[in-house]
């Protein structure tokens, strides 16, 4: 089962996100953290963020190991756009979009193996022979 996160309304370009999730598709977290952490881009923060997020939901809700972790699927797909003016000459006005993304990120690992607690497992034991 893989794990997602998802970050919507980002306000860069999908087009440049692309970019910038195109270096870690289908790399490990570990690698692909590294890999953004030296990328120019104002991208690869919002990337670096989601694919964190990904990993701490993989870690805490779905008992993943954090070092077998993988990329198995990114992918940018464009938001909303604020559509805004720029005044040109003779008192008139040019359209231009300002553009958002949203980023999906699916990571898959290896899972823990269940911990049990002695003290609930005794307590269990000890109600099926009452019984």
């Known amino acids: 089962m893989s794990v997602r996160a998802i970050a919507k309304n980002v306000r860069i370009s999908p087009r440049k996100v692309s970019l910038?999730?195109?270096l870690v598709r289908n790399r490990s977290v570990d690698d692909a953290i590294a890999i953004l952490e030296y990328t120019p881009k104002k991208a690869a923060i919002a990337v670096k963020?989601?694919?964190?997020?990904?990993?701490?939901?993989?870690?805490?809700?779905?008992?993943?190991?954090?070092?077998?972790?993988?990329?198995t699927q990114i992918s940018v797909t464009p938001g909303?756009?604020?559509?805004?003016y720029r005044p040109v000459a003779r008192g008139s006005a040019h359209p231009f979009?300002?553009?958002?993304?949203?980023i999906y990120v699916l990571i898959d690992g290896i899972t823990r193996p269940a911990k049990t607690n002695k003290a609930e497992?005794?307590?269990t034991k000890s109600k099926k022979k009452d019984q």
């Open 20 to 22: 910038v999730a195109s």
């Open 80 to 84: 909303r756009a604020l559509k805004r």
């Open 97 to 102: 979009k300002r553009k958002s993304s949203h």
């Open 49 to 71: 963020k989601t694919i964190l997020s990904a990993k701490a939901n993989a870690v805490t809700n779905h008992n993943y190991l954090a070092k077998d972790l993988k990329i």
């Open 121 to 123: 497992s005794k307590d």
